[in-house]
C-alpha cells in the first residue's frame, strides 16, 4: 500500500474523526490510566455503530461542555482577542468545548449562503456583507488558508487531496475551523458564511456546536451555467479544486444533497431560494429584499439601501422562496393595478376544493386534467394559458408580463396570481372544485396562494423518469415542423426538475403531496388520480 492509498483509507474511514474525538476526550477527562480509558472509548465505538457515528464531543463528559469562562473571569471573547492566530490555530482541540458566542451578549445574525459550485455563493456573499455592514467569512478559503499554511502537516495534507478530487473536507474540521474564526471576530453585529452546509449532516453539525442560522440563502442554478462557470473560474483563478475531473464530481456531491438540504431547511422555515442564472445585480436585489424582509422587518436595512436600483423588479425570477414569507404588503396590492374586475367573494373561494397538478413536460398531466374534469366537474385552469389570453389582451399588465419574460424572467408572481384568482372567483357559480395545473411554479408562489386564499386540499405531483418523458416529447412531435430536439427536451426537463424539487419538498411537509406513478398507461394513471381525489371528498 502505498502513501496515498493509505490516506484515502483513513479518510474514508473516518479514522482523523476519531482520533480527533478521542483526543478531545483525553484532554477532557485527563484519566489516571489513559490505556484503560481510550479501551473503552473503543468499546463505545463499537456499541454506536461504527467511526461515522463519532463526533467531536463523543468522549467528552457532559460538565465539560458549558465550562466557565477562561482567564479567570474574563469573558472567552476577551480571551481569544488576546491571543495570536497562531496560538488559536495550536489550540483549536482545546478551545472546541467551549460555547462559540458569549451567551452574555446578543448573538450576531448569521447568514449562510449555499448553493451549486460556480453558483455565485462568493459573490453574493460579499454583496450581502457589504450592503448590511457584516463579516464576510468563506469557507473554502478557510480551508485553502489552512493546507497553505500547513502544508507539511499530515492531516492537511490528506484534505488537500480529498479537496482537490471534489469531495468534502471532513466534517468535524470544517466545523472546527469556522469556530475559530467565529471566535476571533466576537463584536460582529451579523455574519455571512460563504459555501456552508453542503450537507444535512454539516448543517445538524452546524446548529449542535454553533448556533441555529437566522437565514439561508440558497442560489439555484443549472448544472450546465455551473460548468461553464467553473471551467471559467479555472481558467481565470486556477484554483486546484477547479480541475475538470473535481467538478465533476463536486457537480454530483451537490446535486446528491442540494434536496435534503433544502427540505431540512425548509422544514425550519429558514431557507429561501434564488434563481442564479440571472444577471448578479438582479439577484443581489432579490436576495435584499428577502433579507430586509426576514432580519430588519420593522426598520430599513441597515446599510447600503440607495446602492440598489429601484428598476429591477424583485419579483420577476425564478425565485423558490423555500420556507419564508416576503412581509404582507396587504391585500391592496394583490391587484397590482387596483382593480377588482370578478365577482365571487374571497370566503366562497376559500371554501371550494383546490388541486394543484404538478408535473414535468410529457408526463401526462394535460391528458389527464381533461379526464378528471369530465368525472369530476372540476374547472382546470392553467397558468400558461391565463397568461398567454392576457397577453393577447393588450392591458397594462401584458405590457408589464411582456416586458419581463423577453428579459428570460417568468411573469411577475403577483401578476399571476391576481390572474389566477380572478379566473377562479369567475367560476365560482358553475365549479364543484379547480385543478389547477403547472401552479404553484415556484414555493413563493404557494407561500402567497396560501396567504391570499388558503392551502390546496391536495398537490399531485406526476412522477415520470427523465427517459420516458424524454421518449413522450420526442414521440408526440414527429412529424412537427416545430419538433423540439435532444437539447431542448433536455433543457425543458432541467428546468422542471430545477423549479419543481423545492415545491415538491415543500408540500411534502405539509403532508398534501400525492406522488402518482406516471410510468404506466393513461388508464392505470387514471385510476391512482382518482383515488387520490376521492381522499379528499
Given at each position: 500500500?502505498n502513501t496515498?492509498?493509505?490516506?484515502?483509507?483513513?479518510?474514508?474511514?473516518?479514522?482523523?474523526?476519531?482520533?480527533?474525538?478521542?483526543?478531545?476526550?483525553?484532554?477532557?477527562?485527563?484519566?489516571?490510566?489513559?490505556?484503560?480509558?481510550?479501551?473503552?472509548?473503543?468499546?463505545?465505538?463499537?456499541?454506536l455503530?461504527?467511526?461515522?457515528?463519532?463526533?467531536?464531543?463523543?468522549?467528552?463528559?457532559?460538565?465539560?461542555?458549558?465550562?466557565?469562562?477562561?482567564?479567570?473571569?474574563?469573558?472567552r471573547?476577551?480571551?481569544?482577542?488576546?491571543?495570536?492566530?497562531?496560538?488559536?490555530s495550536?489550540?483549536?482541540?482545546?478551545?472546541?468545548?467551549?460555547?462559540?458566542?458569549d451567551?452574555?451578549?446578543?448573538?450576531?445574525?448569521?447568514?449562510?449562503?449555499?448553493?451549486?459550485?460556480?453558483?455565485?455563493?462568493?459573490?453574493?456573499?460579499?454583496?450581502?456583507?457589504?450592503?448590511?455592514?457584516?463579516?464576510?467569512?468563506?469557507?473554502?478559503?478557510?480551508?485553502?488558508?489552512?493546507?497553505?499554511s500547513?502544508?507539511?502537516?499530515?492531516?492537511?495534507?490528506l484534505i488537500?487531496?480529498?479537496i482537490?478530487?471534489?469531495?468534502?473536507?471532513?466534517?468535524?474540521?470544517?466545523?472546527?475551523?469556522?469556530?475559530?474564526?467565529l471566535?476571533?471576530?466576537?463584536?460582529?453585529?451579523?455574519?455571512?458564511?460563504?459555501?456552508?452546509?453542503?450537507?444535512?449532516?454539516?448543517?445538524?453539525?452546524?446548529?449542535?456546536?454553533?448556533?441555529?442560522?437566522?437565514?439561508?440563502?440558497?442560489?439555484?442554478?443549472?448544472?450546465?451555467?455551473?460548468?461553464?462557470?467553473?471551467?471559467?473560474?479555472?481558467?481565470?483563478?486556477?484554483?486546484?479544486?477547479?480541475?475538470?475531473k473535481?467538478?465533476?464530481?463536486?457537480?454530483?456531491?451537490?446535486?446528491?444533497?442540494?434536496?435534503?438540504l433544502?427540505?431540512?431547511?425548509?422544514?425550519?422555515?429558514l431557507?429561501?431560494?434564488?434563481?442564479?442564472?440571472?444577471?448578479?445585480?438582479?439577484?443581489?436585489?432579490d436576495?435584499?429584499?428577502?433579507?430586509?424582509?426576514?432580519?430588519?422587518?420593522?426598520?430599513?436595512?441597515?446599510?447600503?439601501?440607495?446602492?440598489?436600483?429601484?428598476?429591477?423588479?424583485?419579483?420577476?425570477?425564478?425565485?423558490?422562496?423555500?420556507?419564508?414569507?416576503?412581509?404582507?404588503?396587504?391585500?391592496?396590492?394583490?391587484?397590482?393595478?387596483?382593480?377588482?374586475?370578478?365577482?365571487?367573494?374571497?370566503?366562497?373561494?376559500?371554501?371550494?376544493?383546490?388541486?394543484?397538478?404538478?408535473?414535468?413536460?410529457?408526463?401526462?398531466?394535460?391528458?389527464?386534467?381533461?379526464?378528471?374534469?369530465?368525472?369530476?366537474?372540476?374547472?382546470?385552469?392553467?397558468?400558461?394559458e391565463?397568461?398567454?389570453?392576457?397577453?393577447s389582451?393588450?392591458?397594462?399588465r401584458?405590457?408589464?408580463?411582456?416586458?419581463?419574460?423577453?428579459?428570460?424572467?417568468?411573469?411577475?408572481?403577483?401578476?399571476?396570481?391576481?390572474?389566477?384568482?380572478?379566473?377562479?372567483?369567475?367560476?365560482?357559480?358553475?365549479?364543484?372544485?379547480?385543478?389547477?395545473?403547472?401552479?404553484?411554479?415556484?414555493?413563493?408562489?404557494?407561500?402567497?396562494?396560501r396567504?391570499?386564499?388558503?392551502?390546496?386540499?391536495?398537490?399531485?405531483?406526476?412522477?415520470?423518469?427523465?427517459?420516458?418523458?424524454?421518449?413522450?416529447?420526442r414521440?408526440?412531435?414527429?412529424?412537427?415542423?416545430?419538433?423540439?430536439d435532444?437539447?431542448?427536451?433536455?433543457?425543458?426537463?432541467?428546468?422542471?426538475?430545477?423549479?419543481?424539487?423545492?415545491?415538491?419538498?415543500?408540500?411534502?411537509?405539509?403532508?398534501?403531496?400525492?406522488?402518482?406513478?406516471?410510468?404506466?398507461?393513461?388508464?392505470?394513471?387514471?385510476?391512482?388520480?382518482?383515488?387520490?381525489?376521492?381522499?379528499?371528498?
Amino acid at each position: 500500500m502505498n502513501t496515498n492509498d493509505a490516506k484515502e483509507y483513513l479518510a474514508r474511514r473516518e479514522i482523523p474523526q476519531l482520533f480527533e474525538s478521542l483526543l478531545n476526550g483525553l484532554m477532557c477527562s485527563k484519566p489516571e490510566d489513559p490505556v484503560e480509558y481510550l479501551e473503552s472509548c473503543l468499546q463505545k465505538v463499537k456499541e454506536l455503530g461504527g467511526c461515522d457515528k463519532v463526533k467531536w464531543d463523543t468522549f467528552v463528559s457532559q460538565e465539560k461542555k458549558t465550562l466557565p469562562p477562561l482567564n479567570g473571569g474574563q469573558s472567552r471573547r476577551s480571551f481569544l482577542r488576546n491571543e495570536s492566530d497562531t496560538d488559536l490555530s495550536e489550540t483549536a482541540e482545546l478551545i472546541e468545548e467551549y460555547e462559540v458566542f458569549d451567551p452574555t451578549r446578543p448573538r450576531p445574525k448569521i447568514i449562510l449562503v449555499i448553493g451549486g459550485p460556480g453558483s455565485g455563493k462568493g459573490t453574493q456573499s460579499l454583496k450581502i456583507a457589504e450592503r448590511y455592514g457584516f463579516q464576510y467569512i468563506s469557507v473554502g478559503e478557510l480551508l485553502r488558508k489552512k493546507i497553505h499554511s500547513t502544508s507539511s502537516n499530515r492531516k492537511w495534507s490528506l484534505i488537500a487531496k480529498i479537496i482537490t478530487t471534489g469531495e468534502l473536507a471532513p466534517q468535524e474540521t470544517t466545523i472546527t475551523e469556522i469556530k475559530q474564526k467565529l471566535m476571533q471576530i466576537p463584536d460582529e453585529e451579523g455574519i455571512v458564511i460563504d459555501g456552508f452546509p453542503r450537507d444535512v449532516a454539516q448543517a445538524l453539525s452546524f446548529e449542535d456546536q454553533i448556533c441555529t442560522p437566522d437565514l439561508v440563502v440558497f442560489l439555484a442554478c443549472a448544472n450546465q451555467r455551473l460548468k461553464e462557470r467553473l471551467l471559467k473560474r479555472a481558467e481565470q483563478q486556477g484554483r486546484p479544486d477547479d480541475n475538470l475531473k473535481a467538478t465533476q464530481r463536486r457537480l454530483i456531491n451537490f446535486k446528491q444533497n442540494a434536496a435534503p438540504l433544502v427540505k431540512y431547511f425548509q422544514e425550519k422555515g429558514l431557507i429561501m431560494t434564488f434563481d442564479a442564472d440571472r444577471d448578479e445585480d438582479e439577484v443581489f436585489y432579490d436576495i435584499s429584499m428577502a433579507v430586509d424582509s426576514k432580519l430588519f422587518p420593522n426598520k430599513e436595512a441597515a446599510a447600503g439601501s440607495g446602492d440598489l436600483d429601484p428598476s429591477v423588479l424583485s419579483d420577476t425570477g425564478e425565485n423558490v422562496d423555500t420556507g419564508s414569507d416576503y412581509e404582507d404588503q396587504g391585500d391592496d396590492q394583490l391587484n397590482v393595478f387596483g382593480e377588482d374586475t370578478v365577482g365571487g367573494s374571497m370566503e366562497d373561494l376559500r371554501k371550494c376544493k383546490i388541486i394543484f397538478m404538478i408535473g414535468g413536460p410529457g408526463s401526462g398531466k394535460g391528458t389527464q386534467c381533461g379526464k378528471l374534469v369530465e368525472k369530476y366537474g372540476f374547472t382546470h385552469l392553467s397558468t400558461g394559458e391565463l397568461l398567454r389570453n392576457e397577453l393577447s389582451s393588450g392591458s397594462e399588465r401584458s405590457k408589464v408580463i411582456r416586458d419581463t419574460m423577453a428579459r428570460g424572467a417568468l411573469a411577475p408572481a403577483g401578476i399571476v396570481l391576481e390572474l389566477l384568482t380572478e379566473a377562479m372567483r369567475a367560476n365560482l357559480g358553475s365549479t364543484k372544485g379547480f385543478l389547477i395545473d403547472d401552479y404553484p411554479r415556484e414555493v413563493k408562489q404557494g407561500e402567497e396562494f396560501r396567504r391570499r386564499i388558503r392551502d390546496p386540499h391536495l398537490v399531485i405531483g406526476m412522477d415520470c423518469s427523465a427517459d420516458t418523458m424524454t421518449d413522450r416529447l420526442r414521440r408526440r412531435s414527429q412529424g412537427s415542423p416545430h419538433a423540439d430536439d435532444s437539447t431542448a427536451i433536455a433543457k425543458r426537463l432541467e428546468t422542471y426538475y430545477r423549479a419543481s424539487i423545492p415545491v415538491m419538498a415543500y408540500y411534502e411537509t405539509k403532508t398534501q403531496l400525492r406522488k402518482i406513478n406516471a410510468e404506466g398507461a393513461p388508464e392505470e394513471v387514471f385510476l391512482q388520480l382518482c383515488t387520490a381525489i376521492d381522499s379528499i371528498f
